[in-house]
T-cell receptor, first 115, second 117 residues
Framework: DGGITQSPKYLFRKEGQNVTLSCEQN?????MYWYRQDPGQGLRLIYY???????QKGDIAEGYSVSREKKESFPLTVTSAQKNPTAFYLC??????????????FGPGTRLTVL | AQSVTQPDIHITVSEGASLELRCNYS??????LFWYVQSPGQGLQLLLK??????LVQGIKGFEAEFKRSQSSFNLRKPSVHWSDAAEYFC???????????????FGTGTRLKVLA
């Protein structure tokens, strides 16, 4: 079955540590996205990538970094510079990012808790 | 700037009752509109989408939505709610990014639906 996988489902981190969230898709999509979800705030865009080896900052990129070395993979690193990292993180993909009508497909999410 | 407003944070309905979830958008051009549903602790699933043409669009799970340009609205409806519809619902609009020719979603803050047996 084609889809998006995110791992781990739950992640705990000590304050001051970097942590990397995995996102893999086998839909052959060019575009991938990372969102952060907090209660009552909807989804906010962290980073997006239209093509391998290229990515752009979204609306709340500070304290995060990404890479896109392979088409199917778009890992997100939450760095110690992110002041309030506890949240639910969602990865998504679309066939490409060059159309406002392109449907985004979402992974199951990773819940990150900073202890 | 583009934005999406979902004025109802929580809605409670009885099973079998009708449902309407409100969504208002702010967008200068022809909007591309989406409704997604999220079960607790899960990702988002697309219910339906509007691009152009017929302003009443049908989606999965018996949902429909009506686009009203004059009211800048895209409300989601279901004639008879089932207990399994309890979830959070998000409205989104496709909008250009700062990179020419590329687009992103702008999401509303969501409406959490509770269904009473």
């Amino acid at each position: 079955d084609g889809g998006i996988t995110q791992s781990p489902k739950y992640l705990f981190r000590k304050e001051g540590q970097n942590v990397t969230l995995s996102c893999e898709q086998n839909l052959n999509h060019d575009a991938m996205y990372w969102y952060r979800q907090d209660p009552g705030q909807g989804l906010r865009l962290i980073y997006y990538s239209q093509i391998v080896n290229d990515f752009q900052k979204g609306d709340i990129a500070e304290g995060y970094s990404v890479s896109r070395e392979k088409k199917e993979s778009f890992p997100l690193t939450v760095t110690s510079a992110q002041k309030n990292p506890t949240a639910f993180y969602l990865c998504a993909s679309s066939i490409n990012g060059r159309g406002a009508r392109n449907e985004q497909f979402f992974g199951p999410g990773t819940r990150l808790t900073v202890l | 700037a583009q934005s999406v407003t979902q004025p109802d944070i929580h809605i409670t309905v009885s099973e079998g009752a009708s449902l309407e979830l409100r969504c208002n958008y702010s967008y200068g051009a022809t909007p591309y509109l989406f409704w997604y549903v999220q079960s607790p602790g899960q990702g988002l699933q697309l219910l339906l989408k509007y691009f152009s043409g017929d302003t009443l669009v049908q989606g999965i799970k018996g949902f429909e939505a009506e686009f009203k340009r004059s009211q800048s609205s895209f409300n989601l409806r279901k004639p008879s709610v089932h207990w399994s519809d309890a979830a959070e619902y998000f409205c989104a609009v496709g909008a250009p990014t700062s990179t020419s020719g590329t687009y992103k979603y702008i999401f509303g803050t969501g409406t959490r639906l509770k269904v009473l047996a």
